[in-house]
C-alpha cells in the first residue's frame, strides 16, 4: 500500500487525487493534508481518509478545524511549519505538490530532504526553483513525476527511451478559449469569458493562465528542468482537441506521442501508480466518432504572457521569478475585476523591465523576489 500525502487537497488536482484513491481501495493510504482555508472540505476528508496530519494556513482556521474534528485522532497544524508537517510526514512515501503558487517551494524542498518522491502538480517549484529542485532531488536519490497532462504525457512518451536520443519536445496546448482572437480583442474578455475553458476543468488561477497562455510558458520552463532539454529543444504546437496531450521526436525523426481524453486523472493515477498502469474508469477515445486532430502554430504576438515566458527562460536565474510573481498578482487583481485581461500582460512586462537579474539565487532570494514584485504591483495600483 503506497502511503501519499498531498499539499493542497482541497483544490482541483487535490480532490481528484482523492477521488483516485477512493477508486483504488487498498492501494494507497493517505498520511497528510493541507488546505488553504476550505475548512469544511478538508474536515470531509479528514473524516473519510483518516490522516495523521492535516494543516491550514491561519491560525484561526487551525483552531476551528481542531475543534470540528476533536472526535478524530489527527494533529492539525498550521502556517508554513504545517505545510512542512505535512511534507515530511514521517510515513509517507510520496508528496503530491497539489498547492497553486510559490507557496509550494519550501515544503517541496522540505519533502526531498526527508527522501518523499514528489508527484508534482504546482509548476511555480520548478519554474522559480528548478536549478534548486533537481539538483536536490538527484542528490537524494528522489523520483519527481509530473502531474502536469502535458508534462506526464512527454514523462510516458519517453519510457524506454534513451533520453540522449531526444531531438525536440513537442508541448501541447488546446489554445483556450480565445484561440483565434485578435490582441484587441483579448482587451475586452470578462472573467466570465476566461474562466469558460472549452477542454479542461481546473482551478481558477490556472484556468486564467491557459486562457493568457501564461500557463503554457511556465510548462515550457518546466520542462526543461523535468527533461534536461533547452528551451530551443521545446516547440509548443495548438491542438484545439486536447487528445495528444504531448509528443517527444527522436534523433531519427521517430515522435512519440501520448493520447487519451482530457481527464486529469489518468496523470494524477500514473504518477502514484508508476511504472504500473491501473485501470481507470472513464470515457476512451472513438478514433472513429473524433474524425480528426488539427494542429495550428501559436500566436505569442497576441499571447504575450507565451513569449515573455521563454524570454524568461532564456535569461533564467531570478527573471522566472519576476514573470511568475507578477503573473500570479495581476491574475488575483483580475479575478477581483480590478483591471483587464491585457493588463495582465501589461504588469508581467513592466516587472521584468524593472528587476535586476540574480544568477544563481537562493530560496530566500528568490522569496524575496516575489515580496518584491508584489511591492511594485501595490505601487502601480495606487
Not at 528542468?225 to 486536447?242: A, E, H, K, R, Y
Request: hydrophobic letters at 45%.
Amino acid at each position: 500500500m503506497k502511503k501519499i500525502a498531498i499539499l493542497g487537497s482541497t483544490g482541483s488536482i487535490g480532490t481528484q487525487t482523492l477521488e483516485v484513491v477512493k477508486a483504488n481501495p487498498g492501494r494507497f493510504e493517505v498520511t497528510a493534508l493541507s488546505a488553504g482555508h476550505n475548512i469544511g472540505l478538508l474536515e470531509q476528508q479528514i473524516r473519510a481518509f483518516r490522516p495523521r496530519i492535516a494543516a491550514v494556513w491561519e491560525e484561526a482556521d487551525a483552531r476551528r478545524l481542531a475543534e470540528a474534528v476533536r472526535d478524530v485522532p489527527v494533529e492539525i497544524c498550521w502556517g508554513m511549519d504545517g505545510l512542512n508537517a505535512v511534507a515530511s510526514e514521517e510515513s509517507s512515501q510520496v508528496l503530491v505538490t497539489a498547492i497553486v503558487g510559490m507557496i509550494g517551494i519550501v515544503p517541496t524542498i522540505t519533502a526531498i530532504r526527508a527522501g518523499k518522491d514528489i508527484a508534482l502538480a504546482n509548476k511555480e517549484t520548478l519554474v522559480t526553483a528548478g536549478h534548486i529542485i533537481m539538483k536536490l532531488a538527484a542528490e537524494k536519490g528522489v523520483r519527481i513525476l509530473p502531474i502536469d497532462s502535458e508534462h506526464s504525457a512527454i514523462f510516458q512518451s519517453m519510457n524506454g527511451e534513451d533520453r540522449g536520443a531526444v531531438s525536440r519536445i513537442l508541448l501541447t496546448a488546446s489554445g483556450g478559449p480565445f484561440r483565434g482572437k485578435t490582441f484587441e480583442e483579448l482587451k475586452k474578455v470578462r472573467v466570465e469569458d476566461a474562466l469558460r475553458h472549452p477542454n479542461w476543468n481546473m482551478g481558477r488561477k490556472i484556468t486564467i493562465d491557459s486562457a493568457s497562455m501564461v500557463n503554457k510558458g511556465l510548462e515550457v520552463i518546466e520542462a526543461k528542468w523535468l527533461f534536461g532539454v533547452t528551451l530551443d529543444q521545446i516547440q509548443v504546437v495548438i491542438q484545439p482537441q486536447s487528445i495528444i496531450h504531448s509528443m517527444v521526436e527522436y534523433a531519427d525523426g521517430a515522435v512519440i506521442a501520448q493520447l487519451g481524453t482530457p481527464d486529469m486523472k489518468l496523470p494524477i493515477q500514473y504518477a502514484l501508480t508508476w511504472p504500473e498502469r491501473l485501470p481507470l474508469a472513464g470515457p476512451r477515445l472513438d478514433f472513429a466518432a473524433l474524425a480528426s486532430i488539427t494542429f495550428e502554430a501559436p500566436k505569442p504576438e497576441t499571447f504575450l504572457g507565451l513569449s515573455y515566458a521563454m524570454e524568461a527562460g532564456r535569461a533564467g536565474g531570478s527573471l522566472p521569478t519576476v514573470f511568475n510573481a507578477a503573473n500570479e498578482r495581476a491574475v488575483a487583481l483580475f479575478l477581483d475585476k480590478k483591471i483587464g485581461f491585457t493588463d495582465i500582460y501589461r504588469i508581467i512586462r513592466t516587472c521584468m523591465d524593472r528587476h535586476s537579474l540574480i544568477a544563481d539565487p537562493t530560496v530566500e532570494e528568490i522569496l524575496e523576489t516575489e515580496k518584491e514584485v508584489y511591492r511594485w504591483i501595490d505601487e502601480m495600483q495606487h
